[in-house]
């Protein structure tokens, strides 16, 4: 009897442990920058592995260097997406060198129409982060045909908790559209434009992004925008600190222009909806304060 025990359960454990592995087999899922590995694993869940390579929000992602970790991942993945729009340009060549054969390949600036010289930030564009959850349903329910209801289960409740950046962005439009603002780059220029704002001198802010230095009459006139309280809010990259960004966002704070910081890196601690939440709420909170009646001291 001991003996058919143990014959029976020795024949049944290889069975069910494939079935275990089987049910929850992951697919590897690189992305490039981490808001785009966060939509992953919010549409994939227990069946994607995700890795993110630029996922520190300290560090500036201008400045990331490969290493061999980052090609054996590309490697062993079956998804990978990366920005594109020249943003990540050492992504296409780690895929020119790949040896992977046929991974899923997303360029989220293709996906969204983006092309090369336009606006590379294309993540805050409110269009972007549910057209690629979409994206992902459908090329994971092709990879794992048996888990595609609980893909599509978690693409609906991504896009209903979407909505909520869509109400907060149509309550900042209803009030401060047309409100003039500027920016250090054009990080966040995407989300300004649907919100309704009146982005200034955004020459001076390509400038800026491509490391390039301002002529003396672009730099003078680009202050004036703050000395002159020409706009009402000055969004900056919170991951950039050259002398240039940290001349121009002393001269606001001096200048009492409300300030907002944006990065081009998700907190590690948020997901791509806490993320967008939390910037348009600083933002909206930015435009109260600085559309608020100044107060005079009545003249004696």
Known sequence: MHL???IAISLTLPVLLFSYIQAYATINV???ENFYGNVAKLIGGDYVNVKSIISNPDADPHLFSTSPSTAVALHDAKVIIYNGASYDPWMKQLLNTSTQSQPVIINVADLMKVKEGDNPHVWFNPKTFPTLAKELAAKFSQLEPKHKKTFMLNLKTFLDRDQ???KLISEIKSKFTGT???ATEPVFGYMAEALGLQVMDEKFQWVIMNDAE????????YQNLLKD???KVLFYNKQVSDNTTQSILKLAQ???IAVVGVSETMPQDANVITWLKSLLKDTQNALIQANKPVQTTPSE
């Open 164 to 166: 909520e950046i869509n």
């Open 180 to 182: 003039k603002v500027t």
């Open 30 to 32: 690189v992305a490039a």
């Open 214 to 221: 301002p002529t003396p009459k672009m730099l003078i006139n």
């Open 229 to 231: 309280h020409q706009v």
């Open 4 to 6: 058919r025990r143990f």
């Open 254 to 256: 001096d200048n009492h």
